[in-house]
């Protein structure tokens, strides 16, 4: 499986951004799909996740009721809008796969069996 985000840049505080990560593969509408972002001497956190069906997501504390995980499995995407944001955002924002078949939600990188390369999100303040 191959993962390549798009969709960051630089913004001021309080702005949006829509991330996208498309999937290459036959089974991505079978897989739980993972966000996850890190930024300059911190370790890698969980940001979101969406269920392989779409019917259920689970997020990170710091970015509930701000960011929200989508997907569209007939375009072997997953998305993730992130609005209202913060300097403390700022950071390498990856996706991820987890590729265990109709697996639930996962919170731990080590989950996550394959990952995007990832795309730069900085927010200024």
């Known amino acids: 499986v191959q993962l390549v985000e798009s969709g960051g840049g630089l913004v001021q505080a309080g702005a949006s951004l829509r991330l996208s990560c498309a999937a290459s593969g036959r089974m991505f509408s079978a897989y739980t799909m993972g966000w996850f972002r890190q930024a300059p001497g911190k370790e890698r956190e969980f940001v979101a996740a969406?269920?392989?069906?779409?019917?259920?997501?689970l997020y990170a504390d710091s970015v509930k009721g701000r960011f929200t995980i989508s997907r569209d499995n007939a375009k072997n995407t997953v998305y993730l809008q992130v609005n209202s944001l913060k300097p403390e955002d700022t950071a390498v924002y990856y996706c991820?796969?987890?590729?265990?078949?109709?697996?639930?939600?996962?919170?731990?990188?080590?989950?996550?069996?394959?990952w995007g390369q990832g795309t730069q999100v900085t927010v200024s303040s």
């Open positions: 969406i269920k392989w069906s779409g019917s259920s997501t």
């Open positions: 991820a796969v987890d590729t265990t078949i109709r697996a639930g939600l996962r919170r731990l990188s080590r989950s996550y069996d394959f």
